[in-house]
Every structure is written in C-alpha cells, then in structure tokens.
C-alpha cells in the first residue's frame, strides 16, 4: 500500500530524533544557546548549497508554479511556510529556555503530551476523524502522561507551551503542499536564521574553537536537524496530523532506553510502566496499519493515492 512509505517516513523522522542525545551529550559544556545559534545557521548554509548546486530545476519550476497561483494561494502559502518557520524557531527557543530554566522533567515530558496536542488539534483545526481505537489510544497516551507528572504538576504548564509550538507547527505544514517540501524547510530554516541573527551579538558565547564542536555539530545539522524534519514534511503529504503527531513518542521511548542502557541512569518501575503504556497506545493507534486491515476510504480518497 502506497501510504506506508510516508509512515515509514514518520516513522523514521522520529527514530532518528530519538538517538539525539549521542550527539549531544559530548556538548554539554557548551551554551544551549550557542548550540541553538550554530545548528540553525550551518543548517541554512548546507541546505542553501544543497538547492543553489543540485536543485536549481526544482527552483525554478516551484518560482514558476508560485507565479501562476491565484493571489490567495500565493497569500496561503506564504502564511503557512513563515507560520511553520515562527512555530519551529519558537519550538527550538522555548525548549531551550525550559531545559535550562525549568528542568529537564519538564522538556521531556513536552514530547510526551505532544502527540496528545497534536492529536486533539487536528481534530478541531483540520476536522481529521479518529476512529474509535485512535481515541483510545489519545486515553492511553493521556493516563500515561498523568502518571509521568504525578509530584510535577508545575512542569505541565511548561511542558504543554512547549508541546503546542510543535504541533502547531504539524498542523500547518500538514495543509502547506503547494511546493516542494525541501524548499520549504529551507525558507523555513532561512527565516528562523533572521529570527535569531539579532539575538545573535547579545547572547552568543566566545566563537568555537574545538574540532570536537564542529564534528559533533556537522552530525547534529545533517542528520539530526535537516534529515528528519525533510522526512517529517514528507511523511505529512500522505498521512494526517494525527498519525504524523502519534509518531512522537518513538523519539522519547528511544531516549528512555538510551537513558537507562547507555547513560545508566535510574528509572522507577512507574516510569517504566507509564513509557509501556506509551508503547501499547502507538500500536493502538496505528492498528489499522499493523494488523493490515483494510482502510476505509472515499472514492475521492482512493483517487487521489493514485
């Protein structure tokens, strides 16, 4: 079946995310914001070279297919790709802030109530329909995160600002499909950069000097950053928010197990119980899929996988 390839895409967007730690780790003498400043800029640089020398065809038929577009499909997706760019660099800034001001509990736990968000927003925002597992499934997902949070209340308020940057960032892009996906991350990227180039004198640290921040950098930008936010672009062509959303929690079960065999750190068995139930709601809510049932469609749903 043809959607597959864009859960697989999904999919492998947050299996990567969840091994981002590695990279990381070997940073965390340096400034979050630092880091913040480099991974945006030589993201914008890379993929910049990457459209002018290899991609100049799919430019110009995008700028030619743009020119043609009514004034309200030129106004859409102007609104929708800077839109995505705000609530992406909002994202990255608020995440920083919470990581370093709050606690790391708090940011996450954000990925955690992030699917969840996501998941009820587009059933109100885009009126995607939930059967009657997938809501199940947001009750999984919503017990589990209450558990998590229990003795943290003060980290929810936090977490969930967090959270609804990067849904909304979901959500927009889910109706942003006018032109090719990689350039739309790249005028997304290019805007954050302008974003922050002002923040940049203020709050930057001494320039880098250590091979050891270039190298770990470089794995950050390429595979970390520009890899799976393409995939995640890509995989919501053909499958909704809510699918695109549930696929979060892959990224902190991940680290979870990151967390307890690499960095050896202590877990409860709560904890453990609650990501086991994070767990059992993504095979829920993808049952359709997993178990190969055959998905209900409309004609017109059928014709356009065509």
Known sequence: MRLNKYYLAAFSAFFIWGFFSLALKPLHNYPSLDILFYRVFFSVTTMLLINLCFRKKVLKKDWNQFKKMTAKQKRSVIVLTLGGGVFLSSNWFVFIYVMNHISVKAASLA????PILTTILAFFILKEKLSKWQWFA???SVFSCVLLSLNHFEDIFYSLITAATYAMYIISQRKNSEIDKFLVLTI???FTALILIPFYP???????????????L????VCFTIIPLFLNLYALQGINSSAVGIMIYINPIIGFLIAIFYYKEQVTALQLFSYFLILVSIVVFNEELIFARKLKMAPSEIEGLK
């Open 111 to 114: 990925y955690l109530i992030c």
């Open 138 to 140: 947001v009750m999984i």
């Open 188 to 190: 997304q990227l290019v």
């Open 202 to 216: 203020n709050y930057s640290g001494a320039l880098p000097t250590e091979s050891l921040f270039y190298g770990c």
């Open 218 to 221: 470089s794995v950050i930008v």
